[in-house]
């Protein structure tokens, strides 16, 4: 009995390192699931806009709003609807780890222009 007195303590540390590992995983994850829903916000608003008669600049203000940080939008026009592209660079939101994982995300929102 006095020799598996320490085993608990050795198991433990074996597995630490993968419930770290998978701890980061997880906040990678729902970051990237934040990061769409922005996006996604961030268009379809823009999309509205634009389709009820306001100004582009007003929409791509708006759609930068609702967007991450360093977000890009682009706006097109295509067979009477309006077309609207956000797109930003998901990073891991730790400073040591911000250059693992980033990736860029895009939504597309398309919204039928109204007539007045």
Request: aromatic share 4%; no cysteine.
């Amino acid at each position: 009995m006095r020799r598996e007195r320490g085993m608990v303590t050795a198991e433990l540390m074996t597995i630490a390192p993968l419930g770290v590992a998978f701890a980061f995983l997880l906040l990678w994850v729902v970051s990237l699931g934040l990061t769409q829903v922005r996006l996604a916000d961030a268009s379809r608003e823009s999309a509205r806009m634009i389709a009820r008669g306001e100004p582009t600049s007003s929409a791509e203000t708006a759609a930068r709003r609702h967007a991450p940080d360093g977000a890009t939008v682009r706006v097109g026009e295509e067979g009477g609807a309006v077309v609207v592209t956000v797109s930003a660079r998901s990073r891991m939101p730790l400073p040591f780890f911000s250059g693992i994982g980033s990736r860029t995300m895009t939504s597309t929102s398309v919204a039928a222009l109204e007539s007045p």
